[in-house]
């Protein structure tokens, strides 16, 4: 039964990232890219790691992935122009490909050669796969942990001061001077005398 | 996950077992969904002084089973300029999404399809799957209007789900679980033991922060729903409908149901995060009442919660205006995220330093 499952949707993971680079339209592209995140997700909850699945759920698809697709449908992509192209690029893809393929198969063998170190438990000790990963993470290397969050705040605050302008003739709308406005200060009543005028 | 497949008859039976519970949830899902649609448009109507549907059968109570066979039975128009397999897909996809999500839902103890220990979790991920069903749509409809509500749809669903993200996290924090049973046991015995309300005394200072993270998951549920006042994708003044301009007959039908099942499942959701789930306000001693009669009762008073919650969307629906496009950014990201943010630093540095103090 596993088995049939691990089958099933290792292949539509496989065929869908084919599809990613198989599609003409980008937009198709990227939602056969968001079919195969969804089906690891699925993959990783047969091995038992549910949490890291959902993650994966939250994260790459319902986030990252809503942004590509947000930008890819924005784009004014000229499909001539795009298969044009494909000629001048294939050497170098090929080459990167071809590279990529190496790796794999030199870490392939390499791991194959290796005893396996113990069988891989999600769940070490009876604790769900969320309390052994916080465990890991918040309390082995909190400091690495926090690190990387360091890191990412300093990216963050790279981007803001990258596109940060100051406009100074903008008027913005201030809530809370808006909610604080009482009838006096905008409305004054004269009982104006006739004929006289203010 | 695995208890799904210890039912009796081996691995086939046990999954055709399921596959029955899962059909017979959707039926009654599905039949509780056209009444509450009626109640919807009775609330609102009420409010406006009219009297509402009430035509078809008693007081127009079967006036949403005739909404169905209306929609079933019209022509589906897909215009010509549409991403065909795209058009068809989000509806489909919008309304199995909505499904998915509740088969984590626990609507009695024990009355739960899958009982995931990463529940939460699980919903959180299914409602963040829902703005495709929109995006597509609009995208796909190939045309001017569709496309801006999608967008700002989906601009809108992603600002709202991080602090919903961060509510439900205070709330995993008080319960040292993501299992939405667990959850919900978690605040049996009393009123003041909601999170909403949690007047315990060893939480009683933490009841401020909680109330304030349930006004604002009750605030950007209305948001990731699109109701009223924050229905911008499709608001009509601007917009016709959004994303659903192209839509006709039955893929629209299925948008809509889509849409009021994600509802009814944030009403859900408020009720198992704040509301105590099944418990009842003051603890009724069960004594030796049959285990049936509990689980009923349990059922109803979930059941109760929920269309509570469901009356007062309708009430907002009714009362509020819409908001502007930039208030509503305003809102999500300069109000609620600092807020549900400093809850989330709140609640766990009270956790940490009763947990070291054993108060």
């Known amino acids: 039964m596993l088995l049939i499952a691990f089958y099933i949707l290792s292949s539509v993971v496989v065929l869908s990232a084919l599809f990613v680079i198989a599609a003409r339209n980008p937009v198709h592209s990227v939602l056969w890219l968001i079919c195969a995140f969804f089906t690891s997700a699925g993959l990783l909850v047969l091995i038992g790691a549910e949490f890291l699945a959902m993650l994966l759920v939250v994260v790459y698809v319902g986030a990252v992935a ?21 000629l001048s690029y294939l050497p170098a893809g090929a080459l990167l490909g071809l590279a990529l393929l190496a790796e794999i198969a030199v870490v392939a063998v390499a791991a194959s050669s290796r005893a396996p170190s113990g069988t891989f438990d999600p769940k070490p000790g ?47 709308q201030s809530a809370a001077q808006q909610t604080t406005r009482r009838r006096e200060d905008a409305v004054e009543l004269i009982d104006v005398k006739p004929g006289q005028g203010l | 996950m695995e208890r799904m497949f210890e039912w009796g008859g081996g691995v086939w039976g046990g999954v055709g077992l399921a596959a029955l519970q899962v059909l017979a949830f959707m039926v009654v899902l599905l039949i509780s969904l056209a009444f509450l649609l009626l109640m919807d448009r009775k609330v609102w109507a009420a409010v406006q002084l009219r009297k509402g549907p009430n035509v078809v059968g008693p007081f127009g109570l079967l006036q949403s089973f005739a909404d169905f066979f209306k929609f079933v039975f019209k022509e589906i128009v897909i215009p010509a300029g549409a991403n065909k397999t795209v058009f068809i897909l989000a509806p489909i996809l919008t309304l199995t999404l909505a499904f998915v999500g509740w088969a984590v839902v626990p609507v009695a103890p024990g009355w739960v399809i899958a009982d995931l220990n990463v529940g939460v979790l699980y919903l959180f991920a299914i409602s963040s799957l829902g703005v495709y069903g929109i995006i597509m749509g609009g995208w796909a409809s190939n045309s001017k209007y569709p496309f801006l509500g999608a967008l700002r749809s989906a601009a809108q669903m992603v600002s709202y789900e991080v602090s919903i993200g961060f509510v439900i996290i205070t709330v995993l924090l008080l319960v040292g679980s993501m299992n939405l049973t667990d959850i919900v046991d978690s605040q049996a015995g009393g009123i003041w033991n909601w999170h909403a309300f949690l007047l315990r005394p060893d939480r009683i200072l933490l009841f401020p922060v909680m109330f304030t993270m349930f006004v604002i998951f009750f605030i950007s549920a209305l948001a990731e729903t699109n109701r009223p006042p924050f229905d911008l994708p499709e608001a009509e003044s601007e917009l016709v409908a959004g994303y659903q301009v192209e839509y006709s007959s039955t893929p629209y039908l299925l948008f809509m149901i889509g849409e009021y099942l994600n509802i009814v499942m944030m009403c859900a959701m408020l009720t198992i995060l704040f509301f105590g789930g099944w418990h009842s306000p003051i603890p009724i001693p069960v004594g030796d009442m049959p285990d049936w009669l509990i689980s009923l009762g349990s059922f109803l008073m979930f059941a109760v919660k929920v269309i509570f919650f469901f009356f007062l969307f309708a009430m907002v629906k009714a009362i509020v205006p819409r908001y502007r496009y930039d208030q509503l950014m305003r809102l999500g990201w300069k109000i609620f995220l600092p807020t549900s943010l400093a809850a989330v630093i709140l609640v766990s540095g009270y956790r940490v330093f009763t947990h070291q103090f054993g108060i």
Do not use: C, W
């Not at chain 1, 290397?141 to 003739?169: D, E």
């Open chain 1, 66 to 86: 809503v942004l590509f697709l947000f930008v890819v449908m924005m784009l004014d992509v000229d499909f001539v122009e795009l298969k044009q192209g494909f």
């Open chain 1, 126 to 172: 009876a604790q769900t796969n969320a309390e052994a990963l916080s465990k890991v993470i918040y309390t082995d290397n909190l400091l690495l942990f926090q690190m990387a969050g360091v890191v990412l705040l300093i990216a963050m605050i790279g981007a803001i001061v990258l596109t940060l302008r100051s406009r100074p003739h903008v008027r913005r």
